[in-house]
């Protein structure tokens, strides 16, 4: 069991919703002579204000290339054509052309939204409605960029969309109405409506390049603001390394059209170093921010505002690389700028972020000298004011003064309790700190019940539940320590799906909380589920952390201890020839191996022991191997492949007896035994390891758990797709098993992922044909 202690970083500034002026607001300036109120990233020289950094993304520049006024003169290119006559000269048809011209004029001089309404309720009246998608289009837009009433940029949002997008005619002003529609639905919260107007939005834009209906230097203006939209929608979802993708994308796109020294491209690699910390990857986040540190220096010069906030970041950053001498470093020279320039609430912050780097470099006593004069320049109610005395008690603690240290945190915590309300995140952030200090003093009652109100709070956000799932699973682990197990579960259950849906499956984080779920289902005598989530664990740290990490192999024992609590014994021992592939000192764990298989011999099932596949013996107190394991160097944890191959084989042949007689439960678990065998002892791409991946996908089909089925039918297609045109005809079959589990999953709940899988009844038989592949197996064995 371990400690999910790497999910909260509490000095660290969270990635916030990314806020910018959309590119398709700035297109109103080409539908009128309205001012642009937005800030011009690409084109612009804007000058750099000595305020505080703004942390958030904006947008690229107006869409010079889009000539809007082309659309206009194609709608209304009649309008002008008339000489000037007497008004009653005119025919009837003449004045209605003539009063739509001066509508569409004064429309385009309109300057605040209510005459440009005013002037639309007079065109609705005037007008055809597929004449009125542009308007609307700019109405919506308008009103979208004032954010002052989303719903109902929406309706003139929806409007346009429904004029626009007809006869399967794609176009620019299609791709801009459904990014307009995108922004407002992420404006009131619909966030699986924002994201899949932006997704259509980007494969309209993808089409038209490709269809040649328009430049790349036409789409990219536009294509930039959406990808950005996709990043803040997928951010408040909790899907934050979509985000980031998104996020890397619009730099992509920034740098094929700024200069490459330029001073928003600077600021847009911040963007993605901050976006990288947000997520705890301080390696990746680096030369983001040593790039936009050259930049800056270049553009602006050593005492540029940006520059010290660049410094800043990169201190952040060298501390979570546990570099603190260079954070530190970082950290003075940006105090320095910040002083000159008079910036005084990112110094005082700036000076904060200087003692809790003395604190990780042992200068207590130091840190708190810093403190205390840093406290003197704090209002008595304020944020940074907790924030000293978080900063202090963890100093305090460190020198085990724990007395001294729970009352600071009693004073941050009523400072805090007030701003609960207005500041909910940067509130749950302290509150996350503080926890983790009343662990230190072993206060873990006082932990918990800070942790529960901290998710009473971040709950009511969409954009946190990332920030849930961390808190969740650190509630659930206290609870599990302190032996409340069965308060743990839901705790850790809530956790686990809420984390993979921010982070993917494959995140380490989650490996964490599935272990100490599995430990927690093991004290509950559940061993058949705290057996299957330990797989879970341990398939993921395979891929997150490697199959030698200390905590993979924690993980595969524990999933040894959980099948020895079933009676598995001949399973515990496949777990440790697993093992002892990747452990240190492997000939101590083939010992444990020999040991497991003695109590199997005493322990298994009547049908166990007469098991063809280990035949050891003990020989004047030793142990002899199978002729295949005879001369490995057990020094190096090296074993030969022959053996695992043939056990695997035996382990696939058996699945399959079980699949014949419906017990599908039992056919993955030894499909699974067989897959991890051959992963091993053949690699993943062997073709009867990719046998042995599609059989385990048949066994959850059968049991009608079709997303873990589809899962590891795309393991088999991966695996396939890499046997070039020797494969096609396996790789067209595979394809056409998954779509047909893809079909049958439509209407199948998630739920039944979590299902444990018992044991094979040992009451049961084999089928005849099982039992002779097993005897062929033997027969080879004993070769």
Same mark, same amino acid.
């Given at each position: 069991?371990?400690?999910?202690?790497?999910?909260?970083?509490?000095?660290?500034?969270?990635?916030?919703?990314?806020?910018?002026?959309?590119?398709?607001?700035?297109?109103?300036?080409?539908?009128?002579?309205?001012?642009?109120?937005?800030?011009?990233?690409?084109?612009?020289?804007?000058?750099?204000?000595?305020?505080?950094?703004?942390?958030?993304?904006?947008?690229?520049?107006?869409i010079q290339s889009l000539h809007f006024s082309n659309f206009k003169t194609q709608q209304f290119q009649t309008f002008n054509t008339l000489v000037e006559q007497n008004p009653s000269q005119l025919s009837s048809r003449q004045r209605k052309i003539k009063e739509r011209s001066l509508l569409?004029?004064?429309?385009?001089?309109?300057?605040?939204?209510?005459?440009?309404?005013?002037?639309?309720?007079?065109?609705?009246?005037?007008?055809?409605?597929?004449?009125?998608?542009?308007?609307?289009?700019?109405?919506?837009?308008?009103?979208?960029?004032?954010?002052?009433?989303?719903?109902?940029?929406?309706?003139?949002?929806?409007?346009?969309?429904?004029?626009?997008?007809?006869?399967?005619?794609?176009?620019?002003?299609?791709?801009?109405?459904?990014?307009?529609?995108?922004?407002?639905?992420?404006?009131?919260?619909?966030?699986?409506?924002?994201?899949?107007?932006?997704?259509?939005?980007?494969?309209?834009?993808?089409?038209?390049?490709?269809?040649?209906?328009?430049?790349?230097?036409?789409?990219?203006?536009?294509?930039?603001a959406v990808q950005l939209e996709l990043c803040n929608t997928k951010t408040a979802m909790g899907r934050r390394e979509e985000a980031l993708a998104n996020l890397r994308k619009s730099l992509e796109l920034k740098e094929m059209t700024l200069e490459r020294d330029s001073k928003e491209l600077?600021?847009?690699?911040?963007?993605?170093?901050?976006?990288?910390?947000?997520?705890?990857?301080?390696?990746?986040?680096?030369?983001?921010?040593?790039?936009?540190?050259?930049? =800056?220096?270049?553009?602006?010069?050593?005492?540029?505002?940006?520059?010290?906030?660049?410094?800043?970041?990169?201190?952040?950053?060298?501390?979570?690389?546990?570099?603190?001498?260079?954070?530190?470093?970082?950290?003075?020279?940006?105090?320095?700028?910040?002083?000159?320039?008079?910036?005084?609430?990112?110094?005082?912050?700036?000076?904060?972020?200087?003692?809790?780097?003395?604190?990780?470099?042992?200068?207590?006593?130091?840190?708190?000298?810093?403190?205390?004069?840093?406290?003197?320049?704090?209002?008595?109610?304020?944020?940074?004011?907790?924030?000293?005395?978080?900063?202090?008690?963890?100093?305090?603690?460190?020198?085990?003064?724990?007395?001294?240290?729970?009352?600071?945190?009693?004073?941050?915590?009523?400072?805090?309790?007030?701003?609960?309300?207005?500041?909910?995140?940067?509130?749950?952030?302290?509150?996350?700190?503080?926890?983790?200090?009343?662990?230190?003093?072993?206060?873990?009652?006082?932990?918990?019940?800070?942790?529960?109100?901290?998710?009473?709070?971040?709950?009511?956000?969409?954009?946190?539940?990332?920030?849930?799932?961390?808190?969740?699973?650190?509630?659930?682990?206290?609870?599990?320590?302190?032996?409340?197990?069965?308060?743990?579960?839901?705790?850790?259950?809530?956790?686990?799906?809420?984390?993979?849906?921010?982070?993917?499956?494959?995140?380490?984080?989650?490996?964490?909380?599935?272990?100490?779920?599995?430990?927690?289902?093991?004290?509950?005598?559940?061993?058949?589920?705290?057996?299957?989530?330990?797989?879970?664990?341990?398939?993921?740290?395979?891929?997150?952390?490697?199959?030698? =990490?200390?905590?993979?192999?924690?993980?595969?024992?524990?999933?040894?201890?959980?099948?020895?609590?079933?009676?598995?014994?001949?399973?515990?021992?496949?777990?440790?020839?697993?093992?002892?592939?990747?452990?240190?000192?492997?000939?101590?764990?083939?010992?444990?191996?020999?040991?497991?298989?003695?109590?199997?011999q005493v322990q298994a099932p009547h049908h166990a022991k007469r098991s063809p596949v280990f035949k050891w013996r003990r020989v004047e107190g030793r142990a002899h191997y199978p002729p295949s394991l005879e001369g490995c160097d057990w020094s190096k944890g090296r074993v030969t492949d022959?053996?695992?191959?043939?056990?695997?084989?035996?382990?696939?042949?058996?699945?399959?007896?079980?699949?014949?007689?419906?017990?599908?439960?039992?056919?993955?678990?030894?499909?699974?035994?067989?897959?991890?065998?051959?992963?091993?002892?053949?690699?993943?791409? =062997?073709?009867?390891?990719?046998?042995?991946?599609?059989?385990?996908?048949?066994?959850?089909?059968?049991?009608?758990?079709?997303?873990?089925?589809?899962?590891?039918?795309?393991?088999?297609?991966?695996?396939?797709?890499?046997?070039?045109?020797?494969?096609?005809?396996?790789?067209?079959?595979?394809?056409?098993?998954?779509?047909?589990?893809?079909?049958?999953?439509?209407?199948?709940?998630?739920?039944?992922?979590?299902?444990?899988?018992?044991?094979?009844?040992?009451?049961? =038989?084999?089928?005849?044909?099982?039992?002779?592949?097993?005897?062929?197996?033997?027969?080879?064995?004993?070769?």
């Amino acid at each position: 069991m371990r400690k999910v202690s790497s999910f909260a970083v509490p000095h660290l500034q969270e990635y916030t919703k990314t806020s910018f002026s959309l590119i398709s607001k700035d297109f109103i300036s080409h539908f009128s002579s309205l001012p642009s109120t937005s800030i011009n990233p690409i084109n612009g020289n804007q000058q750099i204000s000595p305020q505080s950094s703004n942390t958030h993304l904006k947008s690229c520049s107006k869409i010079q290339s889009l000539h809007f006024s082309n659309f206009k003169t194609q709608q209304f290119q009649t309008f002008n054509t008339l000489v000037e006559q007497n008004p009653s000269q005119l025919s009837s048809r003449q004045r209605k052309i003539k009063e739509r011209s001066l509508l569409e004029e004064a429309f385009d001089s309109a300057k605040t939204i209510q005459e440009m309404i005013q002037v639309f309720q007079k065109m609705d009246v005037s007008f055809d409605e597929r004449e009125l998608g542009l308007p609307c289009l700019r109405i919506g837009l308008k009103l979208d960029q004032e954010g002052e009433d989303p719903e109902k940029a929406l309706s003139f949002a929806n409007r346009a969309l429904n004029i626009l997008d007809r006869d399967d005619k794609l176009s620019l002003p299609l791709a801009m109405t459904l990014q307009l529609l995108g922004s407002t639905c992420y404006s009131l919260k619909r966030f699986n409506d924002s994201l899949g107007y932006l997704n259509r939005a980007n494969r309209v834009l993808d089409k038209l390049v490709k269809d040649g209906s328009c430049s790349d230097e036409d789409v990219r203006p536009i294509l930039h603001a959406v990808q950005l939209e996709l990043c803040n929608t997928k951010t408040a979802m909790g899907r934050r390394e979509e985000a980031l993708a998104n996020l890397r994308k619009s730099l992509e796109l920034k740098e094929m059209t700024l200069e490459r020294d330029s001073k928003e491209l600077g600021k847009a690699n911040r963007d993605v170093a901050e976006a990288y910390v947000a997520i705890l990857h301080f390696k990746e986040a680096l030369p983001f921010c040593l790039k936009a540190l050259d930049i =800056h220096k270049a553009q602006l010069g050593q005492n540029s505002v940006e520059v010290a906030h660049d410094r800043r970041l990169l201190g952040v950053i060298y501390t979570g690389l546990e570099e603190h001498e260079k954070a530190l470093e970082q950290n003075q020279l940006s105090q320095k700028v910040l002083k000159n320039w008079g910036l005084d609430t990112d110094l005082l912050r700036a000076e904060i972020d200087a003692a809790n780097m003395q604190i990780a470099l042992g200068r207590y006593d130091e840190a708190i000298n810093t403190l205390k004069v840093v406290v003197q320049q704090t209002g008595r109610e304020s944020e940074d004011r907790a924030m000293v005395f978080i900063s202090m008690a963890k100093a305090l603690c460190n020198q085990e003064k724990f007395t001294d240290a729970e009352k600071c945190l009693e004073i941050a915590s009523g400072i805090l309790g007030k701003k609960e309300k207005t500041s909910p995140v940067e509130v749950s952030e302290a509150y996350m700190e503080i926890s983790m200090l009343y662990e230190t003093m072993d206060k873990f009652e006082a932990a918990i019940l800070l942790l529960k109100r901290t998710l009473a709070m971040l709950e009511k956000l969409p954009q946190e539940q990332h920030s849930v799932g961390s808190v969740s699973a650190r509630v659930g682990w206290l609870l599990l320590l302190t032996g409340g197990v069965q308060h743990a579960i839901p705790f850790l259950e809530d956790a686990a799906e809420r984390l993979k849906e921010s982070f993917g499956s494959k995140h380490y984080a989650v490996g964490y909380v599935y272990n100490n779920l599995g430990a927690a289902y093991l004290e509950l005598d559940r061993p058949q589920s705290a057996a299957q989530v330990f797989a879970y664990a341990k398939d993921i740290m395979d891929v997150s952390l490697g199959p030698h =990490h200390t905590d993979t192999i924690e993980a595969c024992q524990n999933l040894s201890k959980a099948y020895a609590a079933m009676g598995s014994y001949i399973v515990i021992v496949s777990v440790h020839f697993s093992l002892c592939m990747h452990a240190p000192k492997a000939y101590l764990k083939w010992q444990k191996v020999e040991d497991l298989w003695l109590r199997s011999q005493v322990q298994a099932p009547h049908h166990a022991k007469r098991s063809p596949v280990f035949k050891w013996r003990r020989v004047e107190g030793r142990a002899h191997y199978p002729p295949s394991l005879e001369g490995c160097d057990w020094s190096k944890g090296r074993v030969t492949d022959g053996f695992l191959g043939y056990q695997g084989y035996v382990y696939n042949n058996l699945g399959a007896a079980y699949l014949e007689l419906d017990r599908p439960q039992s056919a993955a678990q030894v499909f699974a035994y067989a897959k991890d065998i051959m992963d091993v002892s053949l690699g993943p791409h =062997h073709t009867d390891t990719i046998e042995a991946c599609q059989n385990l996908s048949k066994a959850y089909a059968a049991m009608g758990s079709y997303q873990l089925a589809i899962n590891f039918q795309e393991k088999a297609i991966e695996a396939w797709e890499g046997h070039g045109p020797s494969a096609v005809d396996e790789l067209k079959e595979a394809h056409r098993l998954l779509e047909q589990l893809k079909k049958k999953a439509s209407g199948v709940s998630d739920g039944n992922m979590m299902k444990s899988l018992p044991l094979a009844n040992s009451s049961e =038989h084999v089928v005849v044909s099982a039992i002779e592949r097993q005897r062929n197996a033997t027969k080879m064995l004993n070769q």
